[in-house]
């Protein structure tokens, strides 16, 4: 799986494109997310089609 983080503006939110939240992640990129966590306040994920319970 291939996905960046990229600041949004000079805010301290990080836009995470590329990743699909429905499928399973390697060990690899949700320490890739967890970094971007630590790096941002907050992650944006756009266009997932992801339920309540899912999150």
């Known amino acids: 799986m291939n996905f960046s983080i990229r600041p949004l503006d ?3 939110a990080g836009e995470v494109t ?3 939240l429905q499928d399973p992640l390697s060990p690899e990129a949700v320490a ?3 970094a971007g966590m630590d ?3 907050v992650l944006v994920f756009r266009g997932q089609d992801i339920s309540d319970e899912q999150q």
Do not use: K, N
């Open 32 to 34: 890739s997310i967890e």
């Open 10 to 12: 000079r805010s301290f």
């Open 18 to 20: 590329g990743v699909d």
């Open 39 to 41: 790096r941002y306040a």
